[in-house]
């Protein structure tokens, strides 16, 4: 039997990219509400719970009210809005940070889908907070470059159609630090105080690299490169999407420098250790629209299914 799926926001860009990545499988059977009724809170209550597996890719506000339209309790909602990500009634859906998380997702009836930024962040600093690399006061800091697609249709609008000359360059933002994913780096990590965020939108589509430095002075003790090496791939060991490089990306990086849309098109991430005895640079390089949206969303809902976690993304 198919599983039937609702995309609640089809139209946007998440929405559109967990359609088009159903379209090969026929496992699915993808439930489409009328146009004029999109908006419909009554055809989209039906649609809901009718379906298996809803998903939400909304503004924050509208999720929240769409998953309070779900009164079948067999329903399994995957929400990609930022709403639920800091919600405890919800599991977070990044399987690969823990057995823990991978089990919650597999049993879970509420998932909330990480955000692009967030996912990079939490790949390199919960691994280190789990293994108590990172004192809870350090000041963690972050710097991140996206293609514009993160930006959503608005954004993909204006750099298709109307692009000034600063669109062309690399544009800094959320300056006054109160970007919506800094409360899920937070939180999902289990730090102290909010990290210092700064991420860069770029003149390309889609991929991104997300970096965090470390001081290791400031850790809670003296660490090499080669010992958060270890770390990191003692932590993502086996897994099917995270991979951890080889140390320094020697091997991988072309003449030294790291392109930050190598995976756009695929739901793999890559983690690379960096630096020296004094300071480490930890970056994590994967798609916005594959791990850091619509990848996550499916293999949360492969996982959720109990199929191969792949399904479809390759």
Known sequence: MKTRVFIDGKEGTTGLQIYERFQNRNDVEIMLIDEEKRKDVNERAKMINSSDITF??????????????????????IDASTAHRTN???????????????????????????????????????????AGVLPEDYPVTCHAVSGYSGGGKKMIAAMS???????????????????????????????????????????YYNGMVVSVPLVTRCLTKKYTPENIHEIMAEHYVGQHFVKVMELGGTETLADGFIAANTLAGTN???????????????????????????????????????????TGLE
């Not at 939400?56 to 909602?77: F, K």
């Open 88 to 130: 405890p009634a919800w599991d977070y859906g990044f399987p690969e940070l823990s057995e823990k998380h991978r089990e919650n997702i597999r049993n879970s009836k509420r998932v909330a889908n990480p955000g692009c930024y967030a996912s990079g962040f939490i790949s390199l600093v919960y691994p280190l907070v789990k």
């Open 268 to 310: 793999n991430m890559q983690i690379f250790v960096c630096g020296n005895e004094d300071q480490i640079l930890l970056m994590s390089r994967f798609d916005n629209l594959g791990k850091g949206a619509s990848g996550a969303a499916i293999q949360n809902m492969n996982i959720m299914l109990g199929i191969n976690e792949a």
């Open 56 to 77: 939400l890719c909304l503004p924050d506000a509208a999720a929240i009210e769409a998953a309070s339209l779900c009164t079948n309790p067999d329903v399994r909602i």
């Open 161 to 203: 159609e109307n692009k000034t000359k600063e669109m062309y360059s690399p544009r800094q933002y959320a300056l006054g630090q109160k970007h919506k994913h800094i409360p899920e780096m937070q939180a999902v990590c289990g730090l102290k105080y909010k990290p210092m965020f700064n991420p860069i939108v770029d003149d």
